[in-house]
């Protein structure tokens, strides 16, 4: 009779089984396939690409310190404000400076015209060499017409010694007047009034007082933003003190620190996308490789790793690559310094140098100090001229120092 309870109860058995046989092996089959489909992904496509959260905002922060000391007495902008290039930030108490350059401008007039002078006598110094001359020739022509005559009794022997004294006389002041041409044409020869050693020298001088007064203005640097101001009114401040910063944010990149073994493909000239933490993945930034550091963080950090003395651990090094941003996706969606990024570089095409092989042919600098230094030349050539005979009208010192005033003179805070 088959009716047996014990192979009644075996049944269910094989069933589970297979059950369990068949979820393992569409797990292995899915696992196989995943597997084989991230590798096919990563050899085709994946490996090309090197990417990194290590990344942050770089730029320029120029700082914005006198050239010369004073008492700031105004402040024209202040953190978050954009400031043009030329645009004045802070300035300085004039009081001193303007005094300075006062006495220069007086000092450089008195010499021109004293060397003018010196000019001048050239020529009164000359007629009195030539009426010297006709002294000694006068002298000259007395003693020998007594000479011709003395045998004749007509003309003592004393009077021929007083002509001969006379000759004397005048051929020694001859030689004075000529003595004193020569000198005065030592100091005027091979040059020009305004070319004089001592016009020079004087104009050096307010020059120099000039720029003192002028540089009591402190202009922005470049276009940007301010940062970090620190400088507060009636604050006393000393040449080279940072009183606040400037930061374009147009010529902003993004420092990328790759790890060593994923530089391995990587060019300059390669091109970069990057998100940025700020705008989330719905912004996207095109790039490119611009350039490698000389070296990794740990070399040039403040406390560099001293791996030759105790125990040794490696550890992976991160070196940073400097990426280039599009300046219109910038002035569509602008960052800030320091913000965070996500890079990804594709190492596809290796053409590029693994260095830069030429130097910058687009030096950083900044042309808001040249306008000085010309303004100064110019009240130096009007000085001149004027002092020199010209026609050119130069306002006074007063009032060259109350127009530069007013020209630069900022908004008080």
């Not at 050899?43 to 922060?61: I, K």
């Not at 070196?319 to 280039?324: F, K, T, W, Y």
């Not at 596809?348 to 010309?374: F, N």
Request: hydrophobic share 45%; glycine share 6%; aromatic share 4%.
């Amino acid at each position: 009779m088959s009716n047996n309870p014990q192979s009644a109860g075996q049944n269910p058995a094989p069933t589970a089984d297979n059950k369990r046989k068949r979820l393992l092996m569409t797990l292995t089959a899915a696992i196989v396939v995943a597997g084989v489909g991230y590798g096919l992904y990563w050899g085709l496509y994946a490996r090309h690409f090197e990417s990194t959260d290590d990344a942050y905002v770089a730029g320029n922060v120029v700082q914005v310190t006198p050239l010369v000391g004073g008492t700031v007495v105004s402040i024209a902008a202040d953190d978050t404000q954009l400031v043009t290039a030329g645009q004045p930030l802070i300035q300085l108490d004039r009081a001193d400076t303007q005094v300075a350059m006062e006495q220069a401008e007086a000092q450089l007039a008195q010499v021109v015209r004293e060397v003018r002078t010196l000019y001048v006598n050239n020529g009164s110094l000359a007629a009195n060499v030539a009426l010297r001359e006709a002294d000694v020739a006068k002298a000259r022509d007395d003693l020998r017409r007594r000479q011709a005559i003395a045998g004749s009794g007509a003309v003592s022997n004393e009077e021929i010694s007083h002509a001969q004294t006379s000759l004397k006389a005048a051929e020694s002041a001859l030689l004075a007047a000529q003595e004193q041409l020569a000198s005065n044409k030592v100091l005027t020869d091979q040059t020009t009034v305004e070319k004089h050693p001592n016009v020079q020298r004087a104009a050096a001088n307010l020059r120099s007082a000039y720029l003192a007064f002028a540089r009591s203005t402190l202009p922005a640097p470049v276009t940007g933003y301010v940062a970090k101001r620190s400088v507060q009114v009636g604050q006393r401040v000393s040449a080279g003190t940072p009183l606040m910063a400037v930061v374009p944010l147009d010529q902003v990149w993004v420092d990328a620190n790759f790890k060593e073994v994923q530089i391995t493909h990587m060019r300059i000239g390669q091109p970069v996308e990057l998100e940025a933490d700020v705008y989330g993945s719905k912004v996207k930034y095109t790039g490119h490789v611009e350039g490698f550091s000389a070296g990794t963080g740990a070399a040039f950090s403040l406390l560099p790793a001293q791996n030759a003395t105790g125990n040794w651990i490696k550890v992976v090094q991160r070196l940073p690559v400097r990426i280039a941003l599009d300046a219109q996706q910038l002035k569509e969606h602008p960052l800030r310094v320091g913000l965070s990024m996500n890079v990804t570089v594709d190492v596809r095409k290796e053409e590029g140098a693994a260095l830069i092989t030429a130097t910058s042919a687009k030096p950083l600098q900044t042309d808001v100090y040249d306008k000085v230094a010309q303004d100064a030349d110019e009240l130096i050539a009007r000085i001149i001229a004027v002092n020199n005979g010209g026609r050119t009208p130069a306002p006074s010192a007063p009032a060259a120092a109350s127009a530069a005033r007013a020209a630069a003179k900022p908004a008080n805070t």
